[in-house]
């Protein structure tokens, strides 16, 4: 039996009879040095699991990574109304806001930045236009008009110098749906390191691993056939890095199943329904954003911008993208 973690992301079910569980038990460990919390983060199912021979001490190192979790949500959240971006998508400004926003808000513009925009925190307004068109039209088979909606969406209209964040146009809102998830779990990580956690498997939506399991062998993630939810389509091996999948067959608009949750900022089209892309990263922040971006590529795209990142400083990065019963290939 191979100990086997499920990248999720809130959109993304991948579930079935190979990889049933988010994460699996850890095998080679003594039961009582085996701690785990299941809950929800981010919206998305969460697990903690860790290993340390002081359950006391595990239990209090848990609580404080759902503390901080609690506190992130607060932030980013768009389901809270009195989260940071809440106030700031319905106020168009926020002034003295967490550091931790700001901190997002730059990575997000250097990854729209490197992706040539299709990377974009500003698409909620054209999520919303899409949500509201099917919401009203279930059974449509045309796409909603965006051209009114594209102007909104620009990330380089949204002002950030740490006293304010505020938008240039009326009507822009932004989401983290693409990065949070990613932050959220680097953060906990920082945080399970700094309290002496060396061996852990967390999914708060996407997948960080810390140390070994106690057999000695790799964690793996498995990833879903987007064809078929009850296949995992290959497996990615998973040591002390993080690994994010992104792609449009979790939740799609119509009733036909033809329009994704994932769109194209630039263009204001949906990702291909029947693909999934995840990236491996020593930064969940990253992969979760990248694989968001890499969603809307093609392959040959996908390989230019995965090389060219080396020159920005960045971590090596893997590229893995699924399609319907064909496995999984290892872009890059």
Request: some cysteine.
């Amino acid at each position: 039996m191979q100990t086997t973690l499920v990248s999720r992301r809130r959109f993304i079910g991948i579930a079935g009879a190979a990889a049933g569980m988010t994460l699996s038990p850890m095998l080679g460990a003594a039961a009582s040095q085996i701690h785990r919390w299941n809950g929800v983060a981010m919206g998305a199912e969460a697990t903690i699991q860790l290993i340390h021979p002081d359950a006391n001490e595990a239990r209090r190192v848990i609580e404080l990574a759902i503390g901080e979790i609690e506190r992130l949500e607060n932030i980013f959240s768009l389901y809270r109304s009195d989260s940071s971006v809440s106030r700031l998508n319905r106020d168009g400004r926020l002034i003295a806001p967490p550091l931790e926003l700001v901190d997002l808000l730059t990575r997000a513009s250097a990854v729209s930045a490197m992706s040539d925009g299709a990377f974009d925190v500003t698409v909620q307004p054209l999520w919303a236009r899409y949500r509201d068109h099917f919401n009203a039209n279930p059974g449509a088979t045309a796409l909603p008009a965006v051209d009114d909606i594209l102007p909104l969406v620009d990330w380089r209209a949204v002002r950030s110098d740490g006293e304010a964040i505020a938008f240039d146009r009326p009507g822009m809102a932004i989401t983290t749906n693409g990065i949070a998830q990613g932050y959220v779990t680097d953060r906990v990580a920082d945080l399970l390191r700094r309290n002496h956690i060396d061996a852990v498997a967390l999914n708060l939506g996407e997948v960080l691993t810390m140390g070994q399991r106690m057999d000695g062998r790799d964690w793996q993630v498995g990833i879903t056939d987007p064809a078929n939810p009850e296949r995992v389509a290959g497996q990615i091996a998973c040591a002390d890095r993080a690994v994010a999948t992104s792609g449009g067959y979790g939740t799609l608009f119509d009733r036909a199943q033809h329009y994704s949750h994932l769109l194209d900022p630039r263009t204001g089209k949906t990702a291909p329904v029947k693909r999934g892309v995840s990236v491996v990263a020593d930064s969940a922040c990253l992969a979760d954003a990248w694989s968001t971006a890499f969603a809307l590529m093609d392959s040959a795209s996908i390989r230019s911008s995965a090389h060219g990142l080396d020159k920005h400083g960045l971590d090596k990065i893997e590229v893995y993208v699924a399609t319907p019963n064909s496995g999984l290939e290892h872009l890059v």
